[in-house]
């Protein structure tokens, strides 16, 4: 009996732990930090760009990609948590798409998707901020 009372609160505590640390990162994260380390990373992005060098700017839209994903983790201040998402969501892909670009060193479609990762941002304050 005992030893079956052991058993259950092992199991319980085993499922419900990643329940915990979920929550405190999510508490962990600052929405006003993370998107001033977005803009630093941006304005990387858009440098390394310009120098036509195709390499730091794919690392850029990736370390971007990265500071945005845990937002998606997160409430917004205001406004729908599954309209927040598709925003932020968008953006990674914009991300990811610019990559691609990178990959083909094609000018042109990296600045059609950083003209949308823009885009996103400006739609997303006047929604979320
Ligand atoms: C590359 C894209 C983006 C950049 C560079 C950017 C940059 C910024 C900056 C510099 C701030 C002011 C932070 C401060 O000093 O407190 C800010 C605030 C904010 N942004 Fe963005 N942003 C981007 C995209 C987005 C998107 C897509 C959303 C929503 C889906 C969003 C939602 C917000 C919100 C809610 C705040 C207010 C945060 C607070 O005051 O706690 N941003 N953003």
């Not at 005992?2 to 732990?17: D, P, R, V």
């Not at 999510?26 to 992005?45: C, E, P």
């Not at 760009?49 to 195709?54: I, V």
Request: glycine share 4%; net charge positive.
């Amino acid at each position: 009996m005992k030893k079956t009372m052991i058993l259950y609160c092992a199991i319980f505590l085993l499922f419900s732990l990643p329940l915990f640390s979920e929550e405190s990162e999510n508490k962990n994260i600052n929405i006003g930090q993370t998107m001033r380390n977005m803009m630093n990373t941006f304005i990387n992005i858009n440098q390394s760009f310009k120098a036509n060098d195709y390499f730091e700017t794919s690392e850029g839209l990736m370390d971007l990609a990265k500071l945005v994903k845990p937002l998606t983790k997160i409430n917004p201040p205001k406004g729908s948590k599954e309209q927040w998402n598709t925003f932020l969501n968008e953006l990674i892909k914009n991300c990811f798409l610019a990559i691609g670009a990178a990959a083909d060193e094609n000018s042109e479609a990296i600045k059609k998707y950083l003209g949308r990762i823009s885009e996103i941002q400006k739609q997303g304050h006047t929604l979320f901020r």
